[in-house]
């Protein structure tokens, strides 16, 4: 059973920093994408940033380019994504959310069979 346990939220201020982490489990693929999505209250769910199982391709919106990197380390089955520079706008619940089989880095949300409880980012003035 995939299980994805994602962890780090918490308040910061803007220009803070804060690293979201994504332990994963029971993965039966051998390629996959793993990453985060996010949805602010009264906002669609987007796609932030995702990575190849490889780690060679990454992807982000254009919102947090320059600002939030994300890693994947499988031997210890965690990826992570560190996030500098917070903005209001970043605030969210982050969710970590695997499609499987796939080899490029995608927010298409349909992609997505495997689904994390999400982890609550406040970002304060």
């Known amino acids: 059973e995939v299980q994805l346990q994602a962890s780090g939220g918490g308040l910061v201020q803007a220009g803070g920093s804060l690293t979201l982490s994504c332990a994963a489990s029971?993965?039966?693929?051998?390629?996959?994408?793993i990453g985060w999505f996010r949805q602010a209250p009264g906002k669609e769910r987007e796609g932030v940033s995702f990575?190849?199982?490889?780690?060679?391709?990454?992807y982000y919106v254009d919102s947090v380019k320059g600002r939030f990197t994300i890693s994947n380390d499988n031997a210890k089955n965690m990826m992570s994504i560190q996030m500098n520079s917070l903005k209001l706008e970043d605030s969210a619940v982050y969710y970590c959310?695997?499609?499987?089989?796939?080899?490029?880095?995608?927010?298409?949300?349909?992609?997505?069979?495997?689904w994390g409880r999400g982890t609550l980012v406040t970002v304060s003035s």
């Open positions: 959310a695997v499609a499987p089989w796939i080899t490029s880095p995608t927010p298409s949300m349909a992609l997505y069979n495997y």
């Open positions: 990575i190849s199982s490889s780690g060679g391709t990454t």
């Open positions: 029971g993965f039966t693929f051998d390629d996959y994408v």
